[in-house]
């Protein structure tokens, strides 16, 4: 059948209700997946990052992608697809660039406002101690670290998330990063509250901000070759190589573990030991996820990993 022969294609809904609705739309056979999802867009009002389009056939979802033809999908004349709304969506950078916002703005501002926080206690220690103020410099500095990847170095798989995500994704950098750790790290009665000179401390101080340099380098580093997978403007992903990729699946998520063990180390707080719980069980998670999908997608060219995130244990 000729890629340019044009085939109707009849529509369901799946989900909530959509207010315009086409009863089947027209395509060419030999159409872009994506130029299906632009059509059905103009025809419902929606944005094509708001729709899914699944098979009635099979329920399998038909990417919306410019490399994906309509007639590798296996649709044909009269074949019914359903169409559901994902609801109002923002963009993945929009949401990093929120997430870490937060513990950003929230360390500085509980470090210069100790006093209100506290009351008495805090005007009467002194100020913070040398070893607070090291942890309020790293801890921001990581996020400052956050922000630049997400504007300048990050490429995302996917355009957008249902806005809904965003408040789950935010409680985690903005109250466990954030307003917890930063509260307990700053605190008068903390236990880096009067401790000596950071000179006078080296032995722990030293070795935990040599560890926390090199594992936010080597996290740079990682992100830069996780980059350098995907050509601009596509979702083509390649086979991760470079630092740590020999090792683990994701060592970005490796580096970061590292650079969090550090500050914690630093802060001595349990309210830091928690983010990194936390943090880590959900990037243990996503590793395997990870290598689970670059096993599919690349097969015997892909090098299985028998550790995910952590060198001889996850």
Not at 190 to 218: F, G, N, R
Not at 269 to 282: D, I, K, M
Request: aromatic share 10%; glycine share 8%.
């Amino acid at each position: 059948m000729s890629s340019t022969h044009e085939i109707t294609l009849a529509v369901r809904p799946r989900g909530k209700p959509i207010k315009v609705l086409p009863d089947e739309t027209s395509v060419a056979l030999g159409d872009s997946a994506e130029e299906l999802y632009k059509r059905l867009a103009a025809q419902t009002g929606l944005s094509t990052h708001r729709l899914r389009v699944t098979k009635g056939s099979d329920g399998s979802v038909v990417p919306n992608s410019k490399d994906v033809t309509l007639d590798s999908t296996g649709l044909r004349n009269r074949s019914s697809i359903y169409l559901k709304d994902l609801g109002p969506q923002i963009a993945w950078r929009t949401v990093f660039v929120i997430e870490y916002l937060g513990p950003l703005l929230i360390h500085p501002l509980i470090y210069l406002l100790r006093r209100p926080i506290y009351g008495g206690d805090a005007a009467d220690d002194g100020g913070p101690s040398s070893r607070q103020t090291l942890c309020m410099l790293l801890v921001t500095l990581h996020f400052v670290k956050r922000e630049l990847e997400t504007v300048f170095v990050h490429r995302f798989s996917s355009a957008t998330m249902p806005v809904s995500n965003i408040f789950k994704n935010s409680f985690h950098y903005w109250v466990l990063a954030g307003l917890n750790m930063a509260y307990w790290i700053y605190s008068p009665t903390a236990t880096i509250a009067p401790s000596p000179s950071l000179a006078a401390d080296w032995v722990v101080v030293y070795p935990a901000v040599t560890l926390y340099v090199l594992a936010e380098l080597a996290n740079l580093s990682a992100h830069l070759s996780l980059r350098g997978l995907r050509r601009p403007g596509t979702t083509d992903r390649g086979i991760p190589r470079g630092l740590g990729f020999d090792l683990v699946t994701s060592p970005n998520y490796l580096f970061e573990v590292l650079a969090w063990l550090a500050i914690w180390i630093l802060t001595r707080s349990l309210s830091t030991g928690v983010f990194l719980v936390v943090a880590g069980a959900q990037m243990y998670a996503w590793a395997r996820k990870k290598e689970v999908r670059y096993r599919r997608e690349f097969g015997s060219k892909y090098p299985k990993k028998r550790y995910v995130m952590l060198p001889g244990l996850l």
